[in-house]
């Protein structure tokens, strides 16, 4: 069997593609897999570290606010539509591929419509609540649509021929040990906290945990581990100004990056966190109450209707960006742990929403398709 695979731009994209292909060549070891990503983008480097063969083509999005710099990137743009629809047919012909899987992202558009177009199988993946747009068009035409969440059925057209899967979830996040990880990490037995703003960090979220930090350390009832991020280096200085060393108090771990999420996952009683569609996932499969705050900063505000998909079900508590301060962070973290049975129920009704079988449902989906009756 040959599988091409497209989707990139965010992690978000690749990740799920690259956890799908891994999961297919685990059951069918003989099993080709070509990915097709954007030239320059983050595919780029961590496709090949996968282990995966990749092949590129020139490819951008649209920018949505208008300028002139702007009017001329999406210039550009309008021409790479159609030099990447002759990569993308250039490729498929090579390849053969008996079905392309789409993950989301631009660069998924010209690949699987021309799949379409040439009578190949396809299906997509949408990790969002709140559709892409790339995905929504390809909806229309697709085999299936597997669907993360299954809120996001109502922002496709009707004859969309949707599934529900759920996002596929790094088995070591689903197999690590509570216990063994408080133990790795030196953690007591008073709740621990876990919070971080993604890789890169977000100033808002830093902020406001420094203030969480401080109270924590004062009243002596929390442990927290704090990733700041790329762009927040500037953290720990912040921490000093306001009278907190964390070279003195080890039960605040403040590092710029959690290099061992799993095991930090497994410890954690309550997570603070953005609201991306692969983290939730995670939260949801590993039963954890979370404080999220959607990032602002992305198209069609995905993150917002990822969660609100979780506090509509008592999954999650929100606090959108534009009312977040420490004070706000402060006092919600308050209200959870003081109201009784709260953050055990948070973490019951996430651990409701888990689809632990995402790969194998995806794979089912995929020999379905492939296994169908020619049309007559």
Known sequence: MKILFAGGGTAGHINPALAIAGYIKEKKPDTQILYVGAKGGMEERLVPAAGYDFRSIT???????????NLVKNGKTVVRLFTSTWEAKQIIREFGPDICVGTGGYVSGPVIREA???????????????????????????????LAVADAQKHLCSSAHCVLTGNPVRQEVVRADREAARAKLGLDSRPVILSFGGSLGARKINEAVADLLVQSVKKGRFQHIHGYGQWGKWFPDLLMEKGLNV?????????????????????ADLVICRAGAITLSELQNVGRASILIPSPNVAENHQFHNAMAMVDRGAAEIIEEKDLTGDSLCRKVGELFSQQGKIDAL???????????SCDRILKIINEVLNRPAPD
């Not at 490819?59 to 710099?69: D, E, N, P, V």
């Not at 070279?247 to 410890?267: F, S």
């Not at 009704?349 to 079988?357: F, Q, R, Y």
């Open 116 to 146: 379409m177009r040439m009578g190949i199988p396809a299906v997509i993946h949408e990790q969002n609540a709140y559709p892409g747009v790339t995905n929504k068009m390809l909806s229309k035409r697709a085999d299936r649509t597997m």
């Open 247 to 267: 070279k003195v108090h080890k039960e605040m771990d403040v590092r710029e990056y959690i290099g061992d999420m799993p095991d930090c996952l497994a410890a």
């Open 59 to 69: 490819i951008s999005g649209f920018q949505r606010k208008l300028s002139a710099k």
């Open 347 to 357: 973490a019951a009704n996430a651990k409701k929403m888990a689809i632990p079988d």
